[in-house]
């Protein structure tokens, strides 16, 4: 008898399984993990290396060397890491204290006598690192970039969005909440008996479900138009007068906010009624369940698990907490990711990369250049703005030129939470600072040991860091077809975001400035809602209830297709600047026996391929649910097939056929940049 062996399809079938399908089927998801992939798999690399120099730095043992190590020892940098990874890892030490390390911040919530001593109370911990009303921060003003202005945007909630609060196909996760928040409170021995703890979380719950209800959704938030609302501080106090309390509470109250941004003015002003209409008891309440919910996983073990049940295991499907190591890793680069950065650098990116990268981003410029310069649909005012504003734009490989100095950052190898306080409040002293100082152009807002890349429409900055430029994204020793699918896809996708829904809204300088013609911008919004609706209708095979959103999804969409599109346009260039570069090296080469049409053929799925092989991922149920509500990027299965359907290059390359399901009418297909 014949075993039967599980074929995978094919690409004409599905592109994503066909690549993907032997790594789906062999990979479990880690147990601490909520999803598992690409990403993930460059993202335990980075963890296991900055443990071994934190591990290095607690002991005192250097393993580093280098230019960018240079002084470590004399701006203390080695003992910062060290310390702080030491405090968490003390975990005998943090169980033995127990709720001790936040009874005076409990306490001082029980003295707050009205109001405007709530707001205060309530600004002073967020410079401590615990979540507020108001999320506040220093931006690049996109009026004028060039100056740095308060900002402050919708918060106030423990669920992930304001749907969880009024859905209800959230229902039972909106219970379960309640039941996480009792559970706080009777650890800390907030309340009386179960029956009264219940009731103090089901009316702090209660609040959250009323400030939820002046909240802007998740596809309104994505409004770079909308949410730029600049006003003068007396504005501010016109529009939300406890912002008078709470300004001197965060700190803000002088120079700092002679002007703001305010992101969701409604916002505010429902805010305002909610705090005069809700009970002072209630509202200490609430500061008591942010002071919990924020310090639980740097507290006894109790507090930790349940905070993982809940966000971890309820939320996310995750079956355990990640080892008691990555979530000191965590911290450690969260408090002082510049520090390890310096270490990282010095033993995980060669300057070769760098030089490769440089070549490739060059590349992907001249593609989009010629791209822009030839679109059908975009008039010659606009081509100009846009090919003016592609000039401007800064590429950052690697890491960046010059380090973030934490040497005023105070640390104690003995303490956590202290060394959390400390952390958060430098944090968000060096982000005011730059208010009085002015935005720097050579900041970056990644460290270079995570795995992603970002464009920064304020700064027209497109950062690569170095922890990405890793397989299967970028190889020097792959092919070219195998980079250009992978990396150059990635680069173009960054580039694409300055020319996405919202990205277009700003000009070169970074300014939020309209440089299109009203013909050219209906052009652009009727492909980009043909985009939408081809999303809208999408659902994922983790959570076949739920379907993409695609207005939420929009912008990285775009990314997506633009910076595949253009990806393969610059391997085309690339391939007429290099015709001899992937020649057969002698007559006994099989590739000699195939035609430059068939080879450059297999090129192309090579490219397609490395393309897939970038997206592949396992998700949990839990976790799908929760990102298709509240993340703007699609699914990865989406994010590599429903992409490569709107490629002509796709189909040649695979000669795809209609009834094939990868097929889509030529007329269907979308191409925007």
């Not at 992930?160 to 009024?166: A, F, G, I, N």
């Not at 990369?353 to 410029?365: G, I, Q």
């Not at 464009?455 to 195998?482: K, M, T, W």
């Not at 035609?595 to 053929?601: L, T």
Request: charged fraction near 25%; charge should be negative; proline fraction near 5%.
């Amino acid at each position: 008898m014949t075993e039967t062996v599980n074929a995978q399809p094919t690409a004409r079938e599905d592109l994503f399984r066909h690549v993907n399908g032997a790594w789906l089927d062999s990979v479990s998801i880690p147990a601490d993990q909520g999803a598992y992939g690409s990403f993930q798999e460059l993202r335990d690399a980075s963890e296991l290396a900055v443990r071994r120099l934190c591990e290095s730095a607690a002991t005192g043992v250097d393993t580093s060397s280098g230019p960018f190590t240079a002084g470590h020892d004399e701006d203390g940098a080695r003992r910062r890491i060290g310390a702080l990874y030491a405090s968490f890892m003390d975990e005998e030490r943090v169980e033995g204290r127990g709720l001790e390390p936040i009874l005076a911040d409990l306490a001082e919530i029980e003295t707050v006598t009205d109001l405007p001593g709530f707001l205060e109370l309530s600004g002073r911990f967020q410079r401590q690192g615990i979540s507020g009303l108001v999320q506040t921060g220093a931006l690049n003003d996109a009026g004028n970039p060039e100056r740095m202005l308060l900002h402050l945007l919708q918060d106030g909630l423990g669920l992930p969005d304001e749907s969880y609060y009024r859905e209800e196909k959230f229902a039972e996760i909106l219970a379960a909440y309640r039941v996480h928040v009792a559970r706080l409170f009777t650890l800390a021995g907030i309340g009386g008996d179960s029956g009264e703890t219940q009731a103090d979380a089901d009316r702090v719950v209660e609040l959250e479900t009323r400030i939820a209800a002046h909240h802007w959704d998740v596809v309104k938030v994505r409004d770079a138009v909308a949410r730029y609302n600049l006003m003068d501080r007396f504005g501010l106090i016109e529009l939300f007068p406890l912002a008078e309390h709470w300004l001197r509470g965060v700190g803000v109250d002088g120079d700092r906010s002679a002007e703001v941004v305010v992101w969701q003015p409604d916002f505010l002003t429902g805010l305002q009624q909610v705090l005069e209409d809700t009970d002072l008891a209630d509202l200490k309440l609430w500061l008591d369940l942010q002071l919990l919910r924020s310090r639980a996983p740097y507290l006894a073990a109790a507090f930790q698990e349940e905070h993982f049940d809940f966000y971890g295991r309820r939320l996310a499907g995750t079956e355990e907490d990640r080892p008691r190591w990555k979530r000191a890793v965590a911290f450690a680069n969260g408090a002082v990711g510049e520090d390890i950065a310096r270490l990282y650098v010095a033993q995980h990116f060669p300057e070769t990369h760098k030089a490769v990268m440089d070549r490739l981003v060059n590349t992907l410029m001249e593609a989009y250049r010629r791209s822009i310069s030839t679109l059908e649909w975009m008039g010659e005012q606009t081509r100009q703005k846009a090919l003016e504003k592609l000039s401007m734009f800064t590429p950052m490989v690697g890491y960046p030129v010059k380090w973030i100095d934490y040497s005023a950052l105070t640390v104690d190898p003995s303490d956590l939470v202290a060394n959390v306080r400390a952390a958060s409040a430098f944090a968000f002293e060096r982000d005011l600072a730059k208010i009085e100082t002015g935005p720097d152009p050579e900041e970056w807002h990644m460290t270079p040991q995570t795995v992603n890349a970002y464009y920064s429409p304020l700064e027209n900055a497109i950062v690569f860091p170095a922890a990405i430029l890793q397989a299967p994204f970028f190889d020097p020793e792959r092919s070219p077809a195998e980079n250009f699918g992978a990396i150059g896809a990635v680069i173009g996708h960054e580039i694409g975001h300055g020319f996405d829904d919202q990205g277009s809204h700003y000009a070169g300088d970074g300014s939020l400035k309209n440089w299109w013609t009203d013909e050219d911008r209906a052009a652009f919004e009727e492909r980009t809602a043909r985009l939408v609706d081809q999303y809208d209708s999408l659902r994922p095979a983790e959570a076949p209830d739920h379907t993409v959103n695609g207005r939420l999804t929009l912008g990285e969409n775009i990314g997506d297709l633009g910076g595949l599109g253009i990806a393969y346009q610059a391997f085309t260039i690339w391939r007429e600047e290099n015709p001899d570069d992937d020649a057969p090296e002698s007559a006994s080469d099989p590739l000699d026996q195939v035609s430059p049409e068939e080879r450059a053929a297999e090129q192309d799925r090579a490219f397609f391929a490395a393309w897939a092989e970038c997206w592949r991922q396992l998700t949990r149920t839990e976790t799908a649910i929760t990102r298709i509500t509240s993340d703007p990027h699609s699914p990865n299965e989406f994010r590599c097939n429903q992409v490569v359907k709107n490629l002509d290059a796709f189909h040649e390359a695979y000669g795809t056929q209609p009834g094939d399901p990868m097929w889509m009418e030529p007329e269907e297909r979308v191409t925007i940049w």
